[in-house]
């Protein structure tokens, strides 16, 4: 069965840092598109950052550029986020996506097919 499971979540002060994992199992995830989202209470799900495995080209929210890194590790068949410099308005619950496309760029939500359960993440001022 595919699944992606989020980890590395969890409460920081304003300025610190966090890494995100988003481990698949029941495949391997070449040729597709991982993207992190994140959803904060009332508020609508919004990409973070997305790589393209098939070339490790990346992208990201305008938000987050300068402070979060996306990254792959195709042994661990895993991607992850590292996030510095964190602020309160970065609070959100955390998901990673997966999906193929011919190119990745920045997608919507309704595009993926394969999710995780998700990650909290907390930044307290």
């Known amino acids: 069965q595919e699944q992606l499971v989020e980890s590395g979540g969890g409460s920081v002060q304003a300025g610190g840092s966090l890494r995100l994992s988003c481990a698949a199992s029941?495949?391997?995830?070449?040729?597709?598109?991982i993207a992190w989202f994140r959803q904060a209470p009332g508020k609508e799900r919004e990409g973070v950052a997305t790589?393209?495995?098939?070339?490790?080209?990346?992208y990201y929210a305008d938000a987050v550029k300068g402070r979060f890194t996306i990254s792959q590790d195709n042994a661990k068949n895993s991607v992850y986020q590292q996030m510095n410099s964190l602020k309160p308005e970065d609070t959100a619950m955390y998901y990673c996506?997966?999906?193929?496309?011919?190119?990745?760029?920045?997608?919507?939500?309704?595009?993926?097919?394969?999710w995780g359960q998700g990650t909290q993440v907390t930044v307290s001022s």
């Open positions: 996506a997966a999906d193929y496309f011919p190119y990745c760029a920045m997608r919507g939500m309704t595009e993926y097919d394969y």
């Open positions: 029941g495949y391997t995830y070449i040729n597709v598109c």
């Open positions: 790589i393209d495995t098939r070339n490790r080209r990346k």
